[in-house]
């Protein structure tokens, strides 16, 4: 059994009690793995795979929101992914808007996190969004199966896109794969959350960053997106910077809605796409 939880388990990744139980691993079990140090206990009903060998020197390596985001995926085989400024965070694109690293993970998936992801000790909290929200096609699920067929040789070198909107990048030394949203899907869901949690300066600086974007892919997600608001909004600051790839996007199809959207109590409107901006981002006339 211990053998076996070797295999299922990786070093450093934690799983709850639910999960243990399914894989038959019994609550005596699990205390004699925790009393033999094969198991540590990271909150109420949860539990560590140390790095450490019973009997040597504690070196467990201290747990990081990647270990906990990696369980949810590979191993507790939640249909979740990073998103929105995480995802940005971690393609390099946001590193000047928080230099101490994320101290909010943003969390996209079809059903809750479970309960106890709050209660874990680390710095860094967890923002989970309902994915269908916001996109019609949720391919968050199919995502994380792609990933259980390639093999853990093949990941260092093959980071291509999985299902179009989604990604995965490596973290730590086992080569862990996490499962994330694409520059093009993360910055939609980033302005979903303006201007509430997010500011129109932050978003302007980040739109500014995105040289390299795929205007296929792009244009996909805009039709695909059920918000108006985040629409307008990603077309509007794209006008504004004028990147190479906005000439090439396909608008056809993408739904901008009726009315007008107050999103910045005192700004300017642009009549073209009916938004409410800071006069200081020059709106358009």
């Known amino acids: 059994m211990l053998n076996r939880l070797h295999r299922l388990l990786p070093e450093g990744l934690l799983a709850d009690a639910a999960w243990f139980t399914a894989a038959g691993y019994s609550s005596s079990l699990r205390s004699r793995y925790l009393a033999s140090g094969w198991l540590e206990p990271v909150t109420r009903g949860v539990f560590r795979r140390p790095t450490h060998r019973p009997g040597m020197e504690d070196t467990t390596a201290p747990l990081r929101w990647q270990h906990v985001v990696v369980s949810l995926q590979s191993v507790l085989e939640r249909p979740v992914a990073v998103g929105g400024r995480t995802a940005l965070e971690l393609d390099g694109l946001a590193h000047y808007l928080s230099s101490a690293g994320p101290q909010e993970v943003h969390l996209y998936g079809d059903e809750p996190v479970p309960g106890w992801l709050r209660k874990i000790p680390i710095d860094t909290s967890f923002v989970f969004h309902n994915a269908r929200k916001l996109f019609q096609a949720e391919p968050i699920c199919e995502a994380l199966e792609d990933l259980k067929s390639i093999s853990a040789a093949d990941r260092p070198s093959n980071l291509a896109t999985i299902h ?122």
């Open 164 to 285: 179009g909107s989604l990604k995965w990048k490596c973290f730590g030394d086992g080569d862990w794969p996490i499962v994330l949203s694409t520059p093009e899907r993360a910055i939609l869901e980033l302005l979903d959350e303006l201007p509430d949690r997010e500011t129109f300066h932050q978003a302007d600086m980040l739109m500014e960053g995105l040289v390299n974007v795929s205007p296929r892919r792009m244009s996909r997600l805009l039709c695909e997106c059920r918000s108006v608001k985040v629409k307008r909004l990603f077309l509007w600051f794209a006008d504004r910077h004028g990147h190479a790839w906005v000439e090439r996007l396909d608008r056809e199809g993408v739904d901008l809605g009726s009315g007008k959207r107050m999103l910045f109590r005192g700004g300017k409107l642009d009549r073209q796409y009916r938004i409410t901006v800071p006069e200081d981002l020059d709106a358009g006339g």
